[in-house]
């Protein structure tokens, strides 16, 4: 009798962050995209065919970022098509491209805007993104809300602006937003480590946003926090997610699967292959298991609570900190020793 195979991992996506363009008019100090990602970016066929194997795949929601995605002449077209797949569509901007029309396209393709707010005010947002940005992003919102558009604000945290983070909810909430997002600045492309919160700062920024937001009627969302339940009680309106197992692609501007988008680990060119079939390709590959499911995690992580929501964090920047997919997350106050 012949023995049955072992079951093979799965990889099936129901999210994906795509970023499609390199280019931006800004030049913001926290950028993880520069100077990385050499190759041809995909032409408009291109990503039209790839949203429809995404859809075809089981994908129910796309993320377009970059770069600056709006600053693409099929933008629109793109999300359009998107949005007639059945996909729901959000898109990631500074502002610079938003005009009254571009504003109204997005309010009736339903997609939700996250615009880039990296402080309170002129001089720290100014001062991760370049003069006369703020102006830029207030305006770009006030558009967004004569057309009816839904607006997020995500904020990338660093030593830049990690002064502003209890008022941020506040603030965001002027700006028109139903929700805002704090993710933690990653030490790639042109964002410096001396830039890096660590995991003392981080966990008192976390819980300074997230008393403000309460007090603001805010929701507020940590992007790339999963330990965030290790922190305390942060309030009903806080909300974070796993890294690790999570049914989640990030594809390239040239096209390229990627492990995270932090990350160059590419596993697969896209060009080359259908979505749903390379997904399952790269499910049994040694590093996509390393990162997705770890078999032996650190012993800080197999005693803690978390661990069954956590899995060990942010394997990106446990990668970029140590050159290991496996050991627990730097930003973790329990793994950097500051918790019991």
Not at 2 to 9: A, F, S, T, V, Y
Not at 85 to 114: H, K, M, N, Q, R
Not at 195 to 204: I, Y
Not at 267 to 291: H, K, W
């Amino acid at each position: 009798m012949e023995e049955e195979d072992p079951e093979k991992p799965e990889f099936h996506p129901v999210h994906v962050n795509w970023l499609l363009t390199k280019a931006c008019s800004a030049g913001c100090r926290h950028c993880y995209i520069r100077g990385r990602f050499g190759g041809p970016e995909l032409g408009t066929g291109e990503a039209l065919a790839l949203l429809e194997e995404m859809a075809a795949a089981g994908v129910r929601s796309v993320c377009f970022t970059g770069g600056e995605f709006l600053a693409r002449p099929d933008a629109l077209a793109l999300a359009g098509a998107a949005v007639r797949l059945g996909l729901e569509v959000s898109v990631v901007t500074s502002g610079f491209p938003i005009t009254e029309e571009l504003a109204e396209s997005l309010a009736v393709l339903g997609a939700t805007t996250y615009l880039s707010v990296d402080g309170v005010g002129p001089e720290t947002h100014e001062r991760v993104r370049g003069p006369g940005s703020w102006e830029v992003v207030r305006r770009a919102a006030r558009l967004l809300a004569r057309a009816g558009a839904r607006v997020c604000t995500v904020t990338a945290l660093s030593r830049l602006n990690v002064a502003d983070a209890g008022r941020i909810p506040a603030a965001a909430g002027e700006f028109g937003a139903e929700v805002v997002c704090l993710l933690p600045a990653m030490p790639q492309g042109a964002m410096g480590r001396e830039l890096v919160l660590g995991a003392g700062e981080f966990a008192a920024v976390v819980r300074s946003a997230a008393k403000g937001a309460g007090a603001a009627g805010v929701e507020l969302h940590l992007w790339c926090a999963p330990f965030a339940g290790i922190l305390g009680d942060l309030g009903a309106g806080v909300r974070w997610w796993p890294c690790r197992g999570a049914p989640v692609a990030d594809i390239s501007p040239d096209g390229k699967l990627l492990l995270c988008d932090v990350l160059d680990f590419a596993f697969a060119d896209l060009r080359g292959g259908n979505f749903g079939e390379v997904c399952q390709e790269i499910a049994g590959m040694p590093e996509f298991a390393e990162a997705h499911f770890p078999v032996r995690p650190a012993e800080v992580c197999r005693k803690c609570p978390a661990w069954g929501e956590c899995r060990g964090g942010c394997f990106a920047r446990a990668y970029l900190d140590f050159g290991s997919l496996s050991v627990p997350d730097p930003l973790c106050p329990r793994a950097a020793g500051l918790l019991g």
